[in-house]
């Protein structure tokens, strides 16, 4: 992976990020309330759930 690969990851992360907030700012900011009520054990297994996504994604593509 070459420096515009990962270039180009990021702006393409950066945009489906972008999306929810820029359509629908009153359910992003619920969404990410009931966010931050969640325990830190709980965030973790989300954010386990989606590198080991992403990593099997991306073992498919290569």
Do not use: K, Y
Not at 16 to 42: H, K, N
């Amino acid at each position: 992976m070459n420096g515009t690969t990962f270039g180009l990851a990021i702006a393409l992360m950066l945009i489906l990020e972008g999306l929810l907030p820029l359509a629908a700012p009153a359910r992003w900011r619920e969404i990410f309330q009931r966010v931050s009520a969640l325990t830190d054990g709980q965030i973790r297994f989300f954010g386990l759930a989606a590198v080991g996504s992403g990593l099997a994604l991306l073992l498919v593509l290569l």
